[in-house]
């Protein structure tokens, strides 16, 4: 059966138009595909949750024939929250063609993959799955994977195989890098800052932590590598920092956020554990020397053996060699449920997170062939 286009743009397009932004409720975009699912024939378990914020929110486990109880054969695996968009971008929840292009937030990360998988998915007869299909539709992926985590929580989603949707250009990706985030907070002693003795400067103390934490990030960290990855190492990132009241005040209080990506096989805790090293040496030569880590995400590095059936299957149907990438997907999540992941859709990841985001509507309909093809493959 070829892709009926007008039908799989028409469906971006709906999902286009629902703001499912983290800070907002993605119930309304799992209520409208739900029925769409359940009326091909898909058992339905909804996973709810509420955020921090109060906002509901739920995770879709779909799944068509095969045993019940055992684990599926493949998943379709899509994050249907989106980051936010800049109110001056007029057709941000409007789907809009131009040049083969489609552009609207959501369209390239991830909703073009939903698109394809929902289509694919519900076109196919029950009766010969061999082995059950399941589509799974997961809530904050954008803010660290939350819903992804919850399923691993309750070991739902389980599966032999799953692609995990993301803009890859339709590269497979088997593996990235984890992701951890760290606040650092150093504390000093507020003064008058004509007379430097009548207090302890936060930030200038934060400065002799920051630079010898840049000669670890240059040093040890690189020490270690994996020649998959670039670059093949540990990164380690200082994007923010505050500290102090007024010029002319000696700061008490001085914070700064550490991010890093670990390669695979690292423990996500090694950062957090010379963050602390950092701070202990340099509390023994100066006492008065005050600071705390606080880790605020861990999350590992994963890869999947180049080997891998659905690695080499998706390889040789896109004529592409699989990859590796330096951020995070909900790859590791699917990984702990027992599949066998990769990472795989149509459109570019550059092209994501920013106004005028789009995917090609020449890579939507190849996405949607190739997963037409997998179920019959993993499934049939």
């Not at 093949?232 to 914070?255: E, H, M």
């Not at 695979?264 to 957090?272: M, N």
Request: hydrophobic residues 45%; contains cysteine; negative net charge.
């Amino acid at each position: 059966m070829s892709t009926d286009r007008a039908a799989l743009v028409r469906t971006l397009a709906e999902l286009v138009a629902v703001d499912t932004t983290s800070s907002r409720s993605n119930v309304p975009l799992v209520d409208l595909v739900a029925p769409r699912l359940a009326a091909a024939g898909f058992e339905l378990e909804r996973q709810r949750y509420t955020d921090e914020a109060g906002a509901g929110k739920v995770n879709l486990v779909a799944v068509k024939g095969g045993r019940k109880g055992e684990p599926a054969g493949l998943a379709l695996v899509g994050h249907t929250d989106c980051v936010p968009f800049d109110s001056a971008w007029a057709e941000a929840l409007t789907l809009t063609e131009r040049e083969g292009k489609l552009y609207g937030r959501g369209a390239c990360d991830t909703k073009a993959f939903i698109s394809c998988a929902l289509s694919a998915a519900v076109a196919a007869e029950a009766s010969a799955l061999r082995q059950g299909l399941m589509v799974v539709l997961t809530a904050d992926e954008e803010v660290g994977c939350v819903g992804a985590k919850r399923l691993v929580e309750a070991r739902l989603g389980v599966a032999r195989r799953a692609i995990v949707g993301e803009p890859t250009s339709l590269t497979p990706i088997r593996g990235h890098k984890g992701y951890c985030l760290a606040e650092v907070e150093v504390v000093g002693k507020e003064g008058h800052s004509a007379y430097p003795e009548t207090g302890v400067s936060a930030i200038f103390h934060a400065g002799r932590f920051l630079t010898r934490l840049e000669t670890l990030a240059l040093g040890r960290l690189r020490q270690e590598r994996d020649a998959a990855f670039n670059p093949p190492y540990t990164t380690v990132n200082v994007g923010l920092i505050s500290g102090g009241k007024a010029k002319n005040v000696i700061p008490g209080s001085c914070r700064f956020a550490v991010e890093w990506r670990p390669i695979p096989g690292q423990s996500p805790a090694k950062v957090a554990e010379l963050l602390e090293e950092l701070r202990q040496e340099l509390v023994r030569e100066e006492p008065a020397f005050t600071a705390r880590v606080n880790v605020l995400r861990a999350d590992s590095g994963v890869q999947t053996s180049p080997d891998a059936e659905v690695v080499r299957w998706l390889e040789a149907e896109t004529g592409k060699a699989s990859a590796t990438v330096p951020f995070g997907t909900e790859l590791p999540q699917l990984t702990q449920l027992g599949a066998e992941a990769v990472v795989f859709g149509p459109g570019d990841i550059r092209v994501a997170h920013q106004t005028g985001e789009f995917v090609p509507v020449e890579e939507l309909l190849a996405c949607e062939a190739v997963l037409r093809r997998a179920i019959v493959q993993f499934c049939a």
